[in-house]
C-alpha cells in the first residue's frame, strides 16, 4: 500500500494510520534525510527480525540503528557523556549514524550488540511519526543491488512494486536521496568518523 504525505499539512488520520501499523508489528518504507529506509516500531522484536530477514543481517553482528524524534529520548536508549550530547545536539536533526553504547532499555536483539546506531534525520515526515509514535523506530536503509536501476531505491512507486508486499505499507514522500548518513562511532568518548556520507560533522 502506497501513502502519499507531505513535509507539512498532513492529515491526521493518514499520521496516525502510519502509527497504528508500527504499534501492531508492521513494517513501513519511509524516506529519510538521505535514502529511503525500511522500519518498525523499534521496541517490538519480531518486526525487528522481520526487518533482519528483509536485509539478510545477523543483529549479532550487524549495527541497528534507531530514529529518536527528541534528543531528550536518546538518553533512555544509549550512553552518552555532556561532550557528546554536546556533539549530538549542534549536528541534530541532520544525515547521521551516531553510535553509542546501548543500555538495558533496548531490546534484547540490540543488547547483544552492546552497541546502537542513532538517527534523527532531517525530514519533517518521519519525525512527525516518530514523536507520534512516542517510542524509537527501528531503521536500515532499504536492500540494494548494485545492478539494478538507482530508481527502484528513490521512486517511491518503483519502490512499492519491488517491496510493497515485504512490508505493510510505503510512504510516498517524494524522490529519495542516493547518500548515505554519515557514521560517528562515540563508544570510545570520543567522536571517529567510519563512513563520510552527506552529513558533514560541526565539532564546534
Known sequence: ??????????????LQQVVDILNNGGL??????????????????????RI??????DPRKNNLSLICYDLSIISEYAKMDNNIFKLMKRNLPGAFTFILSG????????????EVGIRMPDNSIIQEIARMLDAPIMTTTLPHDDHEDIEYSTDPELIDEKYGDLVDLVIDGG??????????????????????????????
Open 175 to 204: 524522490i529519495g536521496g542516493t547518500e548515505f548518513s554519515t557514521i560517528v562511532d562515540c563508544t570510545s568518548g570520543e567522536a571517529e568518523v567510519l563512513r563520510q556520507g552527506k552529513g558533514r560533522l560541526d565539532e564546534g
Open 103 to 114: 543500555t538495558t532499555r533496548l531490546p534484547k536483539i540490540f543488547r547483544n550488540r552492546k
Open 28 to 49: 513501513i518504507i519511509y524516506p529519510t534525510d538521505t535514502m529511503y529506509a525500511i522500519g518498525c516500531h523499534g521496541l517490538k522484536e519480531r518486526a525487528i527480525e
Open 52 to 57: 533482519c530477514r528483509i536485509k539478510d543481517i
Open 1 to 14: 500500500m502506497l501513502l502519499k504525505l507531505y513535509e507539512r499539512n498532513n492529515s491526521i488520520q493518514n
